[in-house]
């Protein structure tokens, strides 16, 4: 780990090492902030995205933890607070998913998502919420990120259960941003499209080429595209935008 | 057959009479083994109603958040709902699809209005349903079976009319003068969605005066 004396604040960013969390920790390590990064297992992606972050002269630590867990959300942010003494900005970018015909299922198919994509950022967020007023109060910030997605708004066929959790996470985005908004805390939700990570890059492209034919921008997006809302949002360039969810998909048509 | 997953709301009840009143047997799942049970007993095409959720989210948040409260109530809650929620409606799916088609209606109440005149307040359910039932209608719609959720304003009778006149300048943000609807007029259009096999498959409706349209 680096130290940067100067830093603009402490964001803490879940998910933090691959796809869209990889492309967010390198956005706010260029913009100078400290990262507290949380990785679930994947311990080669978080030594390849440290080796970038030297490089960078970044200051940040590394926690790895099972956010599922709800002792290791307060203890996510407990390390937080230790190493950088403040927590501005939250985005809770992790998620997983499970798809397939939904009447085949079982119940222990989607649980865990049910935890992964919907509890957890709860209990994160409720954890961090102390801290996240006190920075708003200091004028530092206050803000938190949710992770949806289009399935969230639209529906997706073969992703009952993970469409479900990204809807919820929408509607929780509305109820934290109406109690802390008061506190002057924001909140606010991405819902980005069809964006490159590797999730996707696996797919023939026969799979996926009807979402991009019904695209404004026919193409996927990339993220650093997601990134960089991700950032706009935790930034004080957004200081009047709460309870908002942004579309990332070039424009979907439906 | 109408199955109510259970008819504790006023909304509910009032479907129920609404349907009745037209001649339709209507079962309350609650009092009769469970939602399982009675899709077992469909003889043929038939459809569910879920009822809205009844736990107050927002006051649960406030205790996690400023009060002495370390449980896990609030996410326990979510969970639970999101777990029944599923599980209800892949019973129903399954069910529907050996008889060919069906419907399933899914109620809530207007988080936004509900803040307003002070009833139980539950956006992450709400969404969370409206999202499920989007993606059912795209993935079974194909079988018949039709998926749709309505969001209502508060009813008139759901809360003092004392109440209702106090936050006249708050519901101001729906329409100059709110009046709001009955539960009755709430019912009787559920009741023709049910049984006029409309053409309409992952919507969701909004009743009441002046909606607006929320995030998603």
Known sequence: ?254 | MIIFDKIDHLLSRSIVEACTAAGLECVNAARNGGVQAELEKLQGPGALVIGPPSFCEATALKSKLYGSDDSLALAQAIEAEVRYFLETCRSATQAMMRHGGGQLLSLGIDDVASKIVGLPQSPIVNQMRSSCIKSLAKEYGRLKISYNSVLCHPSKESVDSKLWRSQRDALKVYTMRFTPSTVQEYAEFCRQLLTSNPPLNGGQICLGKGVMETAA
């Open chain 1, 1 to 254: 780990m680096s130290t940067q004396e100067h830093a603009k604040g402490t964001v803490l960013i879940t998910g933090a090492t691959r796809g869209i969390g990889r492309s967010i920790t390198l956005r706010y390590a260029q913009e100078g902030w400290n990262l507290a990064l949380v990785y679930r297992s994947n311990q080669a992606t978080a030594d390849s995205v440290a080796i970038e972050l030297d490089k960078l002269g970044a200051s940040y630590v590394m926690i790895k933890a099972d956010l599922i867990n709800p002792a290791a959300c307060k203890h996510v942010v407990e390390q937080t607070l230790e190493e950088f003494q403040a927590l501005d900005v939250l985005i809770n970018n992790a998620g997983s998913t499970f798809d397939g015909a939904f009447a085949s299922m079982k119940t222990t198919d989607y649980e865990s998502l049910i935890s992964c994509n919907l509890i957890a950022p709860l209990l994160l967020t409720t954890a961090a919420a102390p801290e996240l007023i006190k920075s708003a109060e200091a004028g530092r910030g206050g803000s938190v990120v949710m992770m949806s997605s289009m399935a969230g708004i639209t529906g997706k066929e073969g992703q009952v259960p993970y469409s479900t959790t990204k809807g919820g996470l929408i509607g929780q985005t509305r109820l934290l941003a109406r109690e802390l908004g008061e506190k002057g805390v924001r909140v606010n939700a991405i819902a980005p499209g069809f964006i490159r990570t590797e999730m996707v890059e696996i797919l023939e492209p026969k799979m996926y080429q009807h979402v991009l034919a019904a695209s404004a921008t026919p193409r996927m997006g990339e993220p650093s595209e997601v990134a960089d809302t991700a950032w706009f949002l935790g930034s004080s360039n957004s200081t009047y935008l709460n309870g908002t969810v942004h579309r990332i998909d070039g424009g979907f048509l439906r």
